[in-house]
């Protein structure tokens, strides 16, 4: 039974993890204008930040959304205005100057505060506590929130990886600032979670 739970816990880690999303779209962006190793702290604050959140939410978070609809509301709002000022950002993103990017990408802190308005870093938590952890045990919330961490960072990886290729392709600034508005404009779609 452990394994079997587990195994659904790691499948849906992967799925949520790996498929587009506003982390994955800016981690795309950001290998294409920074290069994968300017990313990492981006990457480790996203796969960091998220099980961080996990655990927040087993050790009873949600319940306190629940007491209070209000926070709920101007979570939305709080996460349509970062994901639309984000959106702006990577739009306006300067094409790089002898091969290095001006501006700086997203850091640590900033990527990991990012998760707690980030709508699907939400569903993600939010379901993989109430399927896979719902008796609020700190060892099984713990477990759910490694297991996430451990598939997390390399799915998210592949995203930066994409977008450092994309740079070879990206080297004429119009393509380059092409590309920035077409991330930007599904950072925006992204919005369509939220309801």
Known sequence: MLYE??????AFALATSITPGPNNLMLMASGANYGFRRSVPHMLGISIGHSFMI????????????????LHTAMKVASVGYLLFLAWKIAQAAPPTEGVAEGRPMTFLQAAAFQWVNPKGWFMAVTAISVYAPSENIATIAAVALVFAAINLPSVSIWTILGQQLRRFLTNPERLR???????ALLVGSLAMIT
Do not use: C, K, R, Y
Not at 5 to 10: P, R, Y
Not at 178 to 184: D, G, Q, R, V
């Open 5 to 10: 739970t587990l195994f659904a816990l790691s």
């Open 178 to 184: 092409l590309f920035n508005w077409t991330m930007a």
């Open 55 to 70: 655990v927040l939410i087993g050790l009873g978070l949600m319940q306190l959304f629940d007491a209070f609809p209000a």
